[in-house]
């Protein structure tokens, strides 16, 4: 990285922060985030009271069916998120700083160098009308850098980070593959060196071959910079072997959350269970894909009880009026009645492990 580059980014860390002992806290930390979209009717919930960290260095996934709420999440944790959409409640802390109450300006030093964010749909991130490399030197040019060959070598160096030519800083965004195009997106959000990049479905629009690909460019690079990822998905097969923990999103809320492999070892939560069955293993017996029947609810008529009710195979009568907390069940959060010695007598089958949490993952 350049000397101008490391100045900038040492400024915004310490303008970001102002204290470095927050170094031994997470990196990241979401506290009863919710999020609505205002409608003729009234707002309707979209993201309701989610918990999360994330520590320095860590992988967190997010799964779950379209219209969960991941995305509309991540958008409220970026402070993105445009009307009708608003933050109605919670606080998102990054490196210790509320972004929630933070204006535009308060926010235009940390963004992209301090945190920053890959899209969905590279082809409508990038400007389809400049080249690529115009598009890194207003990025790094906004940020206060300003020497042009820095500005190229800096280009050069992240585009190469993640294994393409520096002759494609003068091609346009389609006149990449789609491949190219996302690591082009990466390559940008690398710029500064961030410490945390929050991904929204990266590898959506990528076949099978190019989602392994660009899966591992994404940890060969994060285990060589550091960075945090919180990584958005509804392919929960993609982040098996990637992600540290996992996230599984319902209907706006937390589902379920814990280390990666005890919820693909052990899922606690009837939905994990579901999306799990709903692809096909490449090891082992063949046996039938279940899926999950029907489709999360409207936003705007959710269940009384257990958002899940309508689809669960376990559910029972109380699960139709009773909400349930998140538990702590064999190291993992589960929303679940099953998990709550409250609502039903304890069986021989059921874990011992119910202890009720206030779901702070």
């Known amino acids: 990285?350049?000397?101008?580059?490391?100045?900038?980014?040492?400024?915004?860390?310490?303008?970001?922060?102002?204290?470095?002992?927050?170094?031994?806290?997470?990196?990241?930390?979401?506290?009863?985030?919710?999020?609505?979209?205002?409608?003729?009717?009234?707002?309707?919930?979209a993201v309701d009271n989610i918990d999360l960290t994330v520590n320095r260095g860590e992988f967190v996934g997010v799964v779950g069916e379209s219209g969960c709420g991941k995305s509309t999440m991540l958008f409220g944790i970026a402070q993105l998120l445009s009307p009708p959409a608003r933050i109605s409640a919670g606080e998102v802390l990054f490196r210790g700083r509320n972004l929630v109450t933070m204006n535009d300006k308060q926010l235009a030093p940390v963004r992209w160098q301090n945190l920053s964010v890959v899209m969905q749909s590279a082809m409508n991130a990038l400007n389809p009308v400049q080249r690529i490399g115009a598009q890194y030197a207003d990025t790094m040019k906004a940020h206060g850098a300003s020497?042009?060959?820095?500005?190229?070598?800096?280009?050069?160096?992240?585009?190469?980070?993640?294994?393409?030519?520096?002759?494609?800083?003068?091609?346009?965004?389609?006149?990449l593959s789609g491949g190219m195009r996302?690591?082009?997106?990466?390559?940008?959000?690398?710029?500064?060196?961030?410490?945390?990049?929050?991904?929204?479905?990266?590898?959506?629009?990528?076949?099978?071959?190019?989602?392994?690909?660009?899966?591992?460019?994404?940890?060969?690079?994060?285990?060589?910079?550091?960075?945090?990822?919180?990584?958005?998905?509804?392919?929960?097969?993609?982040?098996?072997?990637?992600?540290?923990?996992?996230?599984?999103?319902?209907?706006g809320q937390a589902a379920e959350f814990g280390e990666t492999r005890t919820v693909f070892d052990t899922p606690a939560h009837p939905y994990?269970?579901?999306?799990?069955?709903?692809?096909?293993?490449?090891?082992?017996?063949?046996?039938?894909?279940?899926?999950?029947?029907?489709?999360?609810?409207?936003l705007s008529a959710m269940p009384p009880g257990c958002r899940y009710e309508p689809r669960c195979p376990l559910a029972?009568?109380?699960?139709?009026?009773?909400?349930?907390e998140?538990?702590?069940?064999?190291g993992v959060l589960a929303r679940c009645l099953l998990y709550s010695p409250h609502n039903r007598p304890k069986t021989s089958t059921e874990p011992d492990d119910t202890t009720p949490t206030e779901g702070k993952p």
């Open 1 to 45: 990285m350049s000397e101008s580059n490391v100045t900038v980014r040492a400024t915004a860390s310490e303008d970001a922060t102002g204290d470095e002992t927050l170094d031994s806290v997470p990196l990241l930390e979401v506290h009863r985030l919710t999020v609505v979209y205002d409608t003729p009717t009234g707002p309707v919930i």
């Open 147 to 175: 020497n042009k060959a820095e500005i190229r070598t800096r280009s050069e160096e992240v585009l190469g980070m993640v294994g393409i030519d520096k002759i494609h800083l003068d091609s346009y965004p389609h006149q």
């Open 182 to 251: 996302q690591r082009a997106m990466i390559a940008m959000a690398l710029l500064f060196t961030p410490e945390l990049i929050i991904m929204d479905e990266p590898t959506s629009a990528l076949d099978v071959v190019a989602q392994r690909s660009l899966m591992l460019q994404i940890k060969e690079l994060q285990h060589q910079l550091g960075f945090a990822v919180l990584f958005v998905t509804h392919d929960m097969s993609l982040v098996s072997h990637f992600s540290d923990r996992l996230l599984v999103m319902y209907a």
């Open 272 to 298: 994990s269970k579901g999306l799990l069955e709903a692809f096909p293993s490449l090891r082992g017996p063949k046996v039938p894909l279940v899926g999950i029947p029907g489709s999360p609810p409207a």
């Open 316 to 324: 029972y009568a109380d699960c139709k009026t009773v909400k349930p």
């Open 326 to 330: 998140l538990y702590e069940v064999n």
